[in-house]
């Protein structure tokens, strides 16, 4: 389905950076992507340009570059630490950014530095009312 | 600015962004899609916002053979030529097609960007040639269908003959007189339609019935970036010459055109960078602005770069040193920090299987 043509959804599980980034924690993991509205406002992801494996991101600031065909999108963690996967598929398939943001369109997985971080994201209820104002 | 098919861009979900003043669709359903419309099927654009410029009187080719690059003699009525607009240095002021409608009326359409400014140049300089330059922008809905199918499906849907190529022809659509001509700016075939602006709406609906697809000014560049059609503002500029962006075909230095001095001399002394076309190896997606590096030299700069819908890889246009422009030359383009390997390629970057 193209991009835009169904409503956006937002996952109850997830926590939200209000730069339009999820992250799934799961102990002192997290999986990180980019919303449903941070991909409908790019449109369709024909690249997806990853950190190495290893390296450290830190909160706030930006740690990929996701590119429709006529425009760059910086991505930004939600959270920080270390780079322990990258989401190799997508060199192949950048388009499951759009069909799956939650799902096969999941960015990177990173081990946490500062987990108590996490504290400081936005629940769905919240980051739905961000996108509403 | 509102072209007067805005409601209808809003009412199919188009993505709406500022250019040159107006409110635009840059998508509907994605620039790839749309993309492959045009390639394979027909698409239609509304370029209701490029400008309309009405040269008529006894001096009317008179004058614009002193104010366009091309030899418009050449032109017969119901003709239609490419020319550039220069300054006396031999800048790019614009770049436009002349149709000729009569002996002595012309049409030429302008850039969305430039119109004000061309009006202002095209004025000042006809005062001394027995002609009336007329704005005539508001008159006119513009409609690009492009593609293989877009003229057979135009010509049913409308119930109209079609001019060939580069030619033009008084037509009549929703009882209204109109013009539509051979030309487009997507390497495929087709028309465009100008338009009564009260007919716009229903004619954009029947075309639309007829299984065209809308397509907005992301498509637009992409595909005339894949067969490297200059844009002005990027390819071209008043601080460049036409000879260097590879227009040398359609600037007619006899005619004596302003700046046709600036032209015959950089055509015979070339110029320092000249803009080819380029391919990435590999990776990455050139941008507008990103430099060309050679070794460790900075050697150019990219004018426009995208991810290539037809060819799937990142694809640009850029000026380059002059010594460096051979088909072939490895350089690489620094990507916001990154560099990509790059090659010069042929132009069009994009050419159909025969």
């Not at chain 1, 910086?74 to 959270?79: C, E, N, Q, S, Y």
């Not at chain 1, 060199?91 to 987990?115: A, F």
């Not at chain 2, 098919?5 to 899609?33: C, D, N, S």
């Not at chain 2, 499906?153 to 007189?177: C, D, K, N, T, Y």
Request: proline fraction near 6%.
């Amino acid at each position: 389905m193209a991009p835009g043509s169904s409503e956006g959804t937002y996952p109850e599980d997830l926590r939200y950076h209000e730069e339009h980034d999820w992250a799934r924690i799961e102990g002192d993991q997290a999986t990180l992507g980019i919303t449903w509205y941070a991909q409908d406002s790019l449109g369709e992801v024909v690249f997806f340009d990853p950190p190495e494996v290893g390296a450290t991101i830190q909160k706030d600031s930006s740690y990929a570059e996701v590119e429709s065909v006529k425009a760059v999108s910086d991505v930004i963690a939600p959270l920080s630490g270390e780079v322990i996967e990258v989401n190799d598929a997508l060199q192949d398939t950048p388009e499951k950014v759009n069909e799956d943001p939650y799902g096969e369109g999941w960015l990177v997985k990173v081990r946490l530095s500062h987990p108590e971080e996490s504290e400081t994201l936005l629940g769905v209820a919240e980051y739905r009312k961000l996108l509403d104002s | 600015m509102r072209t007067p098919l805005y409601e209808q861009h809003v009412q199919l979900g188009a993505k709406m962004v500022p250019f040159a003043g107006w409110e635009m669709p840059v998508t509907y359903e994605g620039i790839r899609e749309e993309h492959s419309a045009v390639r394979h099927h027909a698409g239609m654009f509304d370029v209701s916002h490029m400008g309309e410029v009405e040269v008529e009187g006894p001096g009317a080719l008179a004058f614009l053979q002193r104010v366009l690059s091309n030899d418009v003699a050449r032109v017969g009525v119901g003709g239609a030529q490419y020319s550039v607009l220069c300054n006396e240095e031999g800048g790019v002021i614009d770049d436009l097609f002349a149709y000729r409608l009569g002996a002595d009326r012309f049409l030429i359409v302008t850039n969305a960007a430039n119109h004000e400014t061309d009006l202002a140049w095209l004025g000042r300089q006809s005062r001394s040639f027995d002609v009336l330059v007329r704005d005539v922008a508001d008159r006119y809905a513009m409609l690009a269908v492009q593609g293989p199918h877009a003229r057979a499906v135009v010509s049913r849907a409308l119930r109209i003959e079609l001019p060939p190529r580069f030619h033009v022809a008084h037509i009549q659509v929703g009882r209204r007189p109109a013009l539509a001509c051979g030309t487009g700016y997507t390497g495929e075939d087709g028309v465009e339609l100008l338009l009564d602006p009260e007919v716009a709406v229903p004619i954009w609906a029947e075309l639309l019935d007829a299984g065209v697809v809308p397509c907005g000014l992301g498509a637009r560049d992409t595909l005339r970036l894949e067969v490297c059609y200059p844009l002005h503002g990027n390819e071209l500029t008043p601080d460049r010459n036409p000879i260097g962006a590879g227009l040398g075909w359609c600037c007619k230095e006899a005619t004596g055109f302003i700046g046709a001095e600036a032209v015959a001399r950089a055509r015979a002394e070339g110029t320092a960078e000249q803009l080819v076309a380029f391919k990435i190896e590999g990776q990455g997606i050139p941008r507008e602005g990103n430099p060309v590096i050679r070794g460790e030299e900075e050697v150019g700069t990219v004018t426009s770069g995208t991810f290539s819908p037809s060819l799937e890889l990142g694809a640009g246009m850029a000026y380059v040193r002059s010594d460096l422009t051979d088909v072939g030359t490895e350089l690489e383009i620094d990507v916001r920090g990154k560099r990509r390997p790059a090659r010069i390629a042929s132009k069009p970057l994009y050419a159909k299987r025969s």
